[in-house]
């Protein structure tokens, strides 16, 4: 009797971790291969020991004689990389001690599983690399066309799972999938904005409440950012009255904008007064809770601005900016805002709402478009880290030879100034799938090293990393099988993005700053 009082002593005195401080939780479903690992740390361990097995095992020589991979690691929070998606895999944590060389083993053996989806099929869907990366080899791209993170080898290592408070089914269009300086992952699924950790919950949403739209919803579309002051800033859009200088055709034809389409019918019943109702952008600003916080409304500004003078091209009396996307330079108070149909950029002072600068063409009374004869049809303005402007100029209005380019410039000392081209790169050095006469898509941001990455848009599937010397540092197509051909075609882009390095995406896996995101 004694003596087993003395091992129950001893089992009580053993350092375990508590179930709840084990991670992945015990029979969890996955959406990544590429895993943080954690127990309770344990005094005087000096080091930590990860053994995973692949297959679902319950007692020990099993275990052993299906491990895939092992790593001791000074911490007891271990990354590891598993190698697929769709199987289910053993693990366990063991601590050792210098002192008495011994090993203890943590909690026994975990269980965890990994999901599929079928973007993650590689005999279905594949990130083919066209150019293997000589910079970046250990950076991850977020592609909106797939819903998922792809390593540099074109490896896929996480997806888009289903979470809960979020509608999301594969006929909703995904866009802007990209990290945020917070470890988090933002997106715009159908007019949803959302934020998610790396692994799965959500943290925020936005309201989509129709305060500015006077409408039920705030329409979100094709931008949506997280500030660093932990705000949130996203495209909506107005339905606005337009005065027509002359009577469109009838049942004339609005462009649909992210989703919302205006009825036919009340279309022609406002043409028939002289008006049209068109979308326009606004652009958002919320704090954690949801609450609006700042907004601007740019509709006003164009009717009072020289695009009152704009003449639609088929001659309709319509305007449609096409406002595609913004960026908020925090640091100096200013947002920068593409329109792509007037091939246009708009500088607007924050928080005051003025416009102090615009770029593109200046319309005049009686005066045909002609164009700004520098970009054409751009989109993801940005400021580089030197203070240049630059963007994805989709180069459309170039009839000729309307292939993509990437543009920087340099800005004017005054509003009235114009930009000044000072680099720029011809996407067609980039590789396959280049199509002239394409306005859809596409993005580019600068890297560290001032080189960029850039995806190519909707009709190219595209991307790659360009040197500043003009150097392509990788590329890749994403692609998918065509059932009937057997053939692979390209898989539509709107965006993609970048988390450049490894110890970033370690940010993205340990995300605990963000865990009871948001604040009460």
Aim: hydrophobic residues 35%.
């Amino acid at each position: 009797m004694s003596k087993l009082l003395l091992i129950l002593n001893f089992l009580f005195l053993i350092p375990y971790p508590a179930e709840s401080q084990v991670l992945p939780g015990e029979g969890s479903k996955l959406h990544y291969r590429i895993i943080g690992f954690s127990v309770e740390p344990v005094p005087q361990a000096v080091n930590y020991t990860i053994e995973i097995a692949a297959g679902n095992y319950f007692t020990e020589d099993s275990f052993k004689k299906n491990i895939i991979q092992s790593l001791t690691s000074k911490s007891n929070k271990i990354i590891a990389e598993v190698p697929s998606f769709g199987g289910q895999y053993t693990w366990r944590i063991a601590a050792n001690k210098e002192k008495n060389n011994s090993k203890l083993i943590l909690g026994g053996l975990h269980h965890f599983s990994i999901g599929m989806s079928p973007h993650m099929d590689t005999n279905i869907v594949r990130f083919r690399i066209t150019k293997p990366a000589e910079k970046y080899k250990d950076a991850y791209i977020f592609l909106d066309g797939t819903r998922a993170l792809y390593d540099m080898k074109g490896r896929p290592v996480w997806y888009l799972p289903d979470v809960k408070g979020i509608k999301n089914d594969d006929n909703i269009e995904m866009g802007d999938l990209k990290p945020t300086s917070k470890g988090t992952i933002t997106f715009i699924l159908g007019s949803q904005a959302c934020e998610i950790n790396y692994t799965g919950d959500l943290l925020w949403k936005g309201p989509d409440n129709g305060i500015i739209s006077g409408d039920t919803l705030e329409h979100y579309h094709h931008e949506f950012t997280r500030l660093n002051n932990g705000h949130y800033m996203v495209m909506g859009i107005e339905t606005v009255l337009w005065k027509l200088n002359t009577l469109p055709e009838k049942n004339y034809h609005l462009p649909m904008l992210s989703g919302k389409q205006i009825n036919q019918d009340s279309i022609n019943s406002y043409v028939q007064k002289g008006y049209l109702p068109l979308p326009f952008a606004t652009i958002l600003e919320y704090d954690e809770k949801g609450n609006l916080v700042w907004s601007w409304r740019p509709s006003k500004y164009f009717k009072d601005a020289d695009t009152k003078y704009y003449k639609e091209p088929r001659g309709m009396g319509g305007f449609d900016p096409h406002m595609n996307g913004f960026f908020f330079d925090e640091k100096n108070k200013e947002l920068y805002i593409s329109c792509r149909d007037i091939s246009r950029i708009i500088k607007v002072k924050y928080p005051e709402g003025t416009v102090i600068a615009n770029y593109g063409e200046i319309y005049k009374p009686n005066a045909p478009v002609t164009g700004n004869k520098l970009f054409c049809e751009q989109h993801s303005c940005r400021i580089s880290d030197k203070g240049s402007l630059y963007l994805f100029n989709n180069n459309t209005c170039n009839r000729s030879q309307a292939i993509p380019t990437i543009l920087v410039m340099e800005e004017p000392k005054t509003g009235t100034g114009k930009l000044k081209k000072i680099w720029e790169y011809d996407c067609k050095g980039s590789g396959e799938n280049v199509f002239p006469i394409y306005n859809t898509g596409g993005n580019v941001f600068e890297l560290p090293d001032h080189s960029f990455f850039v995806c190519m848009g909707k009709q190219y599937g595209s991307t790659f990393i360009v040197s500043q010397d003009k150097k392509i540092l990788w590329s890749g197509i994403a692609e998918k099988r065509n059932p009937e051909t057997g053939g692979w075609d390209f898989i539509s882009l709107y965006r993609a993005s970048i988390i450049p390095d490894r110890k970033e995406l370690e940010r993205f896996i340990w995300n605990d700053e963000n865990a009871s995101y948001p604040k009460k």
